[in-house]
């Protein structure tokens, strides 16, 4: 089965860095993705690794290492429109997603 | 021009009846996908469509069937509608691939009530 977990919510001040953890357990794993969606929204692409490392664009950075089973997406320079909810997502054969749990970002001033 | 579009966006009905949401895509893109988002926000994949074929089936009720009839379009048709089939349902495409980055793009949701 597919098993991606996050923290339910966080919560980081306007300016500021947030990370969002995500661990996972599938099969069949190319990469992780990550999605943004506001409230009343749909999910929106924000970064794909497939390989080990750091990818950046932008303010938004992520991170995957496939040997611990687990990435991050880093947010800098928090705005308040990033308050949104974040999931990570494994892709699988055929470009099929299973998204985690997700996490529900506050940004205060 | 929107990408991906679904209508209705709001639906409200009642237990036993059936009802269709309607997904056209203009992306070009040869897969499509229908997901459910319940009340917690958690995502999850119901069908996937390549090029007219159904190609994932993630252990949804049979109530549920999905109908293209072509690559730009995915019906969701639902039979004898049940109080847990409220949520959001989502559509989305993508090219077979995924392209470099396995990217979907999503309508913007289907939000249903079943009273």
């Known amino acids: 089965g597919q098993s991606l977990e996050q923290p339910s919510e966080v919560t980081a001040v306007e300016g500021a860095i947030v990370q969002i953890n995500c661990t996972y357990q599938t099969s069949g794993f190319y990469g992780l993705s990550w999605y943004q969606q506001h409230d009343g929204g749909a999910p929106t692409f924000l970064s794909y690794?497939?390989?080990?490392g750091l990818e950046e664009t932008g303010r938004f950075s992520s991170f995957l290492s496939r040997s611990d089973s687990y990435g991050y997406l880093l947010l800098q320079e928090l705005q308040m429109k990033d308050s949104a909810s974040y999931f990570c997502a494994g892709v699988t054969g055929a470009n099929n997603l299973f998204f985690g749990t997700g996490t529900r970002l506050t940004v205060i001033p | 021009d929107t990408a991906v579009s679904q209508t209705p966006k709001y639906l409200v009905t009642q237990m036993g009846n059936d009802k269709s949401i309607k997904c056209e895509q203009n992306?070009?893109?040869?897969?499509m996908y229908w997901y459910k988002q319940d009340s917690k926000k958690f995502l999850k994949i119901m069908f996937s469509y390549n090029n007219k074929e159904l190609i994932i089936n993630e252990t949804v009720p049979n109530r549920f069937s999905p109908k293209s009839p072509d690559k730009a379009h995915l019906n969701l048709h639902i039979n004898s509608l049940e109080l847990g089939d409220s949520a959001v349902y989502f559509c989305a495409s993508s090219h077979q691939t995924g392209g470099a980055k396995y990217e979907q793009y999503f309508g913007p949701g289907t939000r249903l009530t079943v009273t």
């Open positions: 690794n497939a390989l080990d």
């Open positions: 992306l070009g893109h040869d897969t």
